[in-house]
């Protein structure tokens, strides 16, 4: 079995980035403390570094003894079409079908291509039908 590193990091207030701690280090009661496994970042509801470095040492057994995170379900919102997504596609079949598209005056599938009153511009207009 593969052995997985873990790693205790320090989540900067303001930026929000990562740093590894210093074990030497005294950090404030207000830090937040995350492990890091594999692909896994894992915030800690600590307040010391020596609670967060025994936090360290339980995941390690923890994953040693062939424990492993789960993933979270995802919502129905984050597998549904977003609509700047459908007016991206509708754009690209568009331009795809080139002076085709432009001559039948529909791109089919919900987007069409009007021009504005100069004529010079065409505007997407996407029609998106959500089932419910």
Known sequence: MKQTKVSLYEREPITRRYRKINPKKDYPSTTTFVLRYGSTWETLKVNSVAAATAEK???????????????????????????LDAARRCRSRAELRGKRAESSGSTGRGCDREEDNAGTRLVDVVRIHFNS
Do not use: N
Request: proline share 7%; aromatic share 4%.
């Open 57 to 83: 040492i339980q995941r390690e057994l923890d994953l040693l003894k062939g424990w492993r995170p789960t993933a979270k379900p995802r919502t129905e919102s984050a597998s549904k079409i977003k609509m």
